[in-house]
């Protein structure tokens, strides 16, 4: 695997991949149904585009819902806001009232939900492939054709990726922030002049705007620059070294501030009625537990230049508050609303293809050889010179590794994206490493054949899973199946199989009609809007109690009999064991597992035939 391919028919290959992954996600996402996020935050991005009013999510920065909203400038949309999910006049909003907004949006304002779907969709997957170029041209640039490609195919064929980048949600989006901002500060540190200090802070202030997670960059930051200064300065001169860089550092980051996110914030707050921001402010922040952060926001909020700011900290303290908090998340037979110190790594082991853990277990292994060579003949130092990127990249994975462990936040296998990409270029420069430390022409050879095999069983892996890449697990897991035993939400049932539930119900097995179905569906899309009076809701806590009472199940809860659906993810949520102080009941979902699933509607929607109680379909 030496430098062989020309750049040529790299570019060419490169393009292919893209091409592949492109067509991959547009033809996947096109059956995919809304889910859940998406239901807020396409609202929300059209709302700042044509209303430059930030009322709406303020949760999440402007800059990944504003792309997927710009087609739909073009779609002649009508916009609730003349309803009071808009207005809010009444009093401060309540979290919910963005998903209320969006199904308003979608559903009842005469648009075509499918054709707003499609097309902020389509907007995300552009994005998706430029953050493909990106890191092709990067990698390449930095380690030749060979590691530019590897890098390419592990992202082009990522079932993650996949997944999540054809979707309206911040992952991706958070991903590309990161790379932008690494790339630039890397290049300051390289050369410290006025134009990389002044793209370092532009990068910086579009990495702020796409994630608030992504401020893990200033520690970062704060780590890898006195590291560069002190590898790169002569000894007598590294505390100056360190303290001019510093400067630079804190004058990259205001310009962050000033020239990005300033101006962006400002513009999305242009038409937001101060008094109305101050009162939505107070209302979601009032109980930080950061007094003094949240006094200067509310101050802010008062001062008509800085309004903007006050929003941008506004959405940050949020995002603080809510990893503090944690959310309530199922995994592996328990449910708790704070988090598992193990529930990234197993979901790393378990929805990553296998190939790329073989593969990443023998790089490992080389690098502790490695390291213990360097360090035996005395020129790891000499190495961290020559090879400072490559550390960086390891010391942010490490550290974003680190602050998602001791996180209090729990939601999906999407939020270790941001460390994706650096662990690809980490994995395919050892294997290149490894196979040139090989001198015998027939073992190399073996070794080479061997890489070729765990990539196309990666790709494989993919491909084979098409085109339900949410719910992907790997064979350590059972497989995609049961997948849905170690942790649903956005890892497996985010209601993108609505669509083909509405499938199912138009196509019964053995033909005839379905005239009513008992539905609980998690997700983004409106049942009564789209099945009018088939929909029951079903509300399975309703129904355990009247069972607990003796009631029949032909009885309870209004009458449950016929065809029943369960999102997995709400099965998950009514079976499994409260933890660690729970406060509520779970078992609510223990009469349902005394049946078979007739069918699924994808994966993640079970589907079920209840003629009595006593029935099971097998």
Known sequence: MTEKISSKKTNLIALILLAIMAVTAILSMKEAALTFDELAHIPAGYSYLTKQDYRINPEHPPLIKDIPAIPLLFLNLNFPDDQQVWLQEESAPAWWVQFDLGNRFLYYSDNNPREIIFWSRLAMILLLIFLGWLLFYWTKKKWGNTVGLGVLALFSFSPTFLAHGRLVNTDVGAVLGVLIAIIFWLKFLQLPNWKN?????????????????????????????????????????????????????????????????????????????????????????????????????????????????????????????????????????????NSWLHYFPALYLFKIPLAFHILSFIVLAGAIWGIKRLTKEKRFLSWLKNNFIIMAIFIWTSVYWLVSLIGNLNIGIRHLLPVFPFTYIL????????????????????????????????????????????????????????????????????????????????????????????????GGEDPTYWLGEKYVRLNPKEVAQDLSKGIPLSEAGGGIEGWVAVSVGQIQGGITKPVRGFPDETGYYNWLEEYTPLARAGHSIFIYKIENKAAVID
């Open 197 to 337: 200090i002044f793209l370092a802070g532009i990068g910086f202030g579009i990495a702020m705007i796409f994630k608030f997670s992504l401020i893990i960059l200033i520690p970062f930051f704060v780590i890898i620059t006195p590291f560069y200064a002190i590898l790169f300065s002569e000894k007598n001169k590294i505390l100056k070294s360190i303290i001019r860089y510093a400067g630079k550092g804190i004058l990259a980051a205001a310009i962050g501030v000033i020239f990005v996110i300033w101006p962006v914030y400002q513009f999305h707050v242009w038409n937001y009625p101060p008094e109305q921001q101050l009162r939505d402010t107070i209302a979601d922040i009032v109980n930080h537990p950061v007094p003094i952060a949240r006094d200067v926001t509310f101050w802010m909020t008062e001062q008509e230049p800085l309004r903007g700011l006050a929003q941008y900290t506004r959405g940050l303290l949020m995002a603080s508050q809510r990893t503090a908090w944690g959310n309530t998340a199922t995994f592996m037979g328990e449910i708790a609303n």
């Open 427 to 522: 994995v395919v420069l050892g294997t290149v490493k490894i196979i040139s430390f090989i001198t015998m022409p027939k073992l190399k050879k073996t070794a080479i054949i061997f890489v070729f095999i765990l990539f196309a069983w990666y790709i494989g892996s993919s491909l084979s899973t098409f085109p339900h890449y949410i719910p992907y697990y790997n064979e350590l897991a059972g497989g995609t199946k049961e997948g849905h035993k170690i942790a649903a939400d956005s890892n497996y049932d985010w209601g993108q199989d609505f669509y083909r539930l509405l499938h199912f119900i138009e196509n019964p097995p053995g033909g005839g009609k379905i005239e009513k179905i008992h539905l609980d569906y998690f």
